[in-house]
């Protein structure tokens, strides 16, 4: 399993991400915001990854 994040403005490349629209995951957001911080939407990914892996330390 692998995580890969698109850039802050434009996210995946639209051929990329329909090829493995089964497999891609979004952050819901507003649409008043333009796009999510980077390093932020990858600490949204992994601290989630981690809560459903019940890691020990993350309480």
């Not at 802050?8 to 952050?27: S, V």
């Amino acid at each position: 399993m692998y995580f890969l994040f698109g850039r802050e403005t434009t996210g995946l490349p639209q051929a990329f991400a329909q090829a493995r629209a089964e497999q891609c995951l979004r952050i819901p957001q507003s649409e008043h915001i333009r796009s999510l911080n980077l390093s932020n939407a990858a600490a949204i990914v992994l601290y989630e990854a981690l809560r459903q892996q019940a890691f020990p330390s993350l309480t």
